[in-house]
């Protein structure tokens, strides 16, 4: 037990904080659905759980059943009530409005009078711009995501435009890729969320050029770089149907696993996201899935360190409290009374001011200490 004791000042503490990061790659042959092989129906896989709710799905980077799986994301599809989508809705309209509102309370919170906010294309929610109003969401697990999502490196691939009319072919390929990511994250995330700290999603072709997504209105076309948000706290990307918007293309969401969707006429039919309206979350999410080529990002891990500086000056810490330090009344290292005392530090003890051992820090080799010398031990708590 202690009987010496040496009180820490203001300058002796300093606190830091250090940013862990891991690189997490997650490829499409687990999300698409080829996991299990080509014998394997979209939608049946093994490492893909769907719900008797049908509100959401969640991917496993392995079997879910079995106990070396490790939960992934979960994938759900959302429409705001004031959508021109959600009235055309008939499949499961009232739970793709409750995920929609639900994601949109936690994530961006209410107005002044109490209203959801509904997700806003560029962040700037005040500035009452473009609203992000049918959408699809990919909530990573903590397991993943760690306490936040590094800014500026989140990364999806997407095929979103088949070369071949003919959708619901099992040959017909994904087509057209294009990138999305929080490019300027890194300097331009918002703080207006309850959920933390959150940046604008943009799309780019695979050349690296500003991809043209369709508009809702058949026949016209705008640059429409932007086209989601990604919350790095909570882990979750916002992304918009936009994305799959293409007039020249019908039913671009469809597959053949999930049947021939009805189109409204033979030339424009299911554009883009309007998918949705006439089909079920758990069909509309193996689309999506089956169109990922790639997600990537680096997680952060917050590391709070207090560091504490023992300075031992030259006549402290020359005695040892030890019992066995000494015997006969005398000090075991003294070969004589005029040889200066000798210790060997091992351990450090941090106390409250009653006293009381929180901490003990050893040393990976002892330390010689007299009268002639002074030290200094660094003493690092994470937390």
Avoid: W
Avoid at 132 to 138: N, R, T, Y
């Amino acid at each position: 037990m202690a009987t010496t004791f040496k009180t820490f000042l203001n300058n002796d503490i300093a606190a830091t904080r250090t940013m862990l990061h891991e690189a997490i790659p997650i490829t499409g042959s687990l999300v698409s659905g080829t996991y299990g092989g080509n014998t394997v129906a979209l939608g049946s896989e093994p490492h893909v759980k769907s719900y008797s709710h049908g509100m959401f799905q969640s991917v496993y980077d392995y079997p879910y059943l079995s106990s070396s799986a490790n939960h992934i994301f979960d994938i759900a599809i959302g429409i705001s009530p004031k959508s021109e989508l959600y009235s055309q809705t008939t499949s499961q309209q009232s739970k793709k409005a409750n995920i929609y509102n639900q994601m949109a309370q936690i994530l961006m919170g209410h107005d002044v009078t109490g209203s959801i906010q509904e997700f806003d294309e560029d962040g700037n929610i005040l500035a009452g711009g473009t609203k992000l109003q049918e959408v699809f969401f990919l909530n990573f697990a903590r397991l993943l995501a760690k306490d936040e999502i590094k800014k500026g490196s989140f990364e999806l691939e997407l095929g979103v435009k088949d070369d071949l009319l003919d959708v619901t072919s099992p040959e017909a390929p994904m087509g057209n890729r294009i990138k999305i990511t929080d490019a300027s994250g890194s300097n331009g995330f918002f703080v207006n969320s309850p959920a933390g700290e959150y940046g604008v999603l943009y799309a780019q072709t695979t050349d690296g050029s500003t991809p043209r997504i369709e508009d809702e209105t058949v026949g016209t076309s705008t640059t429409h770089p932007a086209c989601g948000l990604i919350f790095y706290q909570a882990g979750i990307a916002v992304v918009s149907g936009s994305v799959f918007n293409d007039n020249a293309m019908a039913g671009i969401l469809a597959d053949s696993a999930q049947g021939t969707p009805e189109f409204e006429s033979t030339t424009v039919g299911y554009t883009g996201f309007n998918y949705v309206t006439a089909s079920t979350i758990d069909a509309t999410c193996n689309a999506i899935r089956r169109r990922i080529y790639n997600i990537q990002f680096n997680n952060t891990t917050e590391l709070n360190s207090s560091i504490y500086f023992c300075r031992i000056n030259h006549n402290d810490f020359n005695y040892s409290s030890n019992p066995t330090y000494l015997t006969g009344s005398k000090i075991r290292v003294k070969n004589s009374t005029v040889d200066n005392p000798v210790t060997y530090l091992t351990t450090v003890g941090l106390y409250s001011a009653d006293n009381e051992l929180l901490a003990v820090a050893k040393l990976s080799e002892p330390l010689k200490k007299d009268p002639s010398t002074e030290m200094t031990l660094r003493v690092r708590l994470d937390y």
